[in-house]
């Protein structure tokens, strides 16, 4: 009976053993095909299962009964997938795993005019592939099929824009890289008034008598010329003198300067009275600044005065000041000003022969009704000076007057006195008449009376005797 104990023990050992002898264990080492480089995280598929990922060594070890053989994938980020059948009795395998094929592209643009560039030459060299070279296209693009993960340097060139070296780590996916290029011929040309280095619109610029172009509102026109020679250089502009210079332009030039002087013109000025009579002596101003004074015949002249506007005042004793604003440019300026009298304070009071207000009295200058006396016989207005004037008043009860009175030049007050006589009344004096008529009736009939009664009493008296 121990016997067959023993027997059985020994039989299930066996097989024990043979079942423990069929077990493998497959060790996968997973690598970069180029460099050999451990890939870390690569994910590991056993007949369609996910079973794990590669440690920083790049490997995995999977058990199994090793009854039959396995299919065996391997995925990574930027690695094309490794798929193939293992043995099932083997026990490690070397996965190489070849970098995926992308697309690097270039996108080149003028930093100054936004613009794509066309006709660029764009270079590369890095890892997986032969250094390449390729042309940006009228979009300023060019592609280039490179490797996942993979460092490349790239050098660009353009004709007229200064060397660009770039290095681009690609990543997993696709890849498209913008740059700048700045021109290496770009020259600016700065236009400024000499006087007062403010930015002159407008202006045109010439390079060797050819246009270029004309300056923008800061007074400036970027230009792209060649290095390394002679250029002649023109800017014209309204109203300034022409700007003209031959110059050399070295690799490290980028501004030219162009300081305009203003054009000079004559201006003359001729100063007349209302009357058309020439004023001597009045003073002359520019901007507030006293130029001069007119001579005899009323003018005053400048010989040459730049270009601009100008404010221009004349003023002379006993007249109102003229001012005008004029842009001085082309041709030059022959101005006339005509100054009007200074007006003055003018009282004109309407009285009696006795110095007495009249009140209400209607006051007529020169034909026009201008008002009516106050309570003191006064009217006050404005008139010119240097000027006669026929000014007049009517008022009931009084007889019209009429006078003419010249305003002295250069008066500031003046009063105008109009003594005005009652009218002669023909009833007035029949009745001052009848009055005195009646009172001298009254007095001849009282002293009749009085005579009458006297010759009475005498005659009495005779009679008593």
Known sequence: MAHRRLTIALLLSCAL?????????????????KTGSALVDASVYIDGSYVGSTASDGTYSYYHAGKKDLRLKVVRTGYKDWVDYVDADRTSIF???ARKDEILTFELYDSATLEPIR?????????????SSGTTGSDGSVDFSVKTGAVYNAEIRASGYYDLTKTVQMESGGRTVQYWLFRSDLLAVQVRDSATSAPIKGAEVFVDGTRAGATDDDGRLPLNLQREKRYSFRVTAPDYQIYQEERYLDADVVLIQADLAKSAYPLSITAFDEGTKPIEGAEVYLNGTLKGKTNQY???ALSELHAGAYEILVRAPGYMDWSETRQISGQGEDIVAELQYDRAS??????????????????VIDGQVVGVTDSLGCLRTELATNKMYAVAAARDGYRNISVSQEIPLGTTEFTIPLVMEQNFNVWMLVAGIGVVAAIILAVVFVVRQRRAGQSSGRSRGRDSL
Request: overall charge negative; charged content about 25%; some cysteine.
């Open 17 to 33: 053993l043979c079942c423990t002898a069929q077990a493998v264990t497959l060790w996968i080492n997973v690598a970069d095909e």
């Open 95 to 97: 996965v190489d795993m």
């Open 119 to 131: 006709g660029a030459l764009v270079r590369i060299e890095g890892e997986g592939i032969s250094p």
């Open 298 to 300: 009323g003018r005053f």
């Open 346 to 363: 003018v009282t004109i009071r309407a009285e009696g022969p006795d110095r007495k207000a009249i009140a209400d009295a209607v006051i």
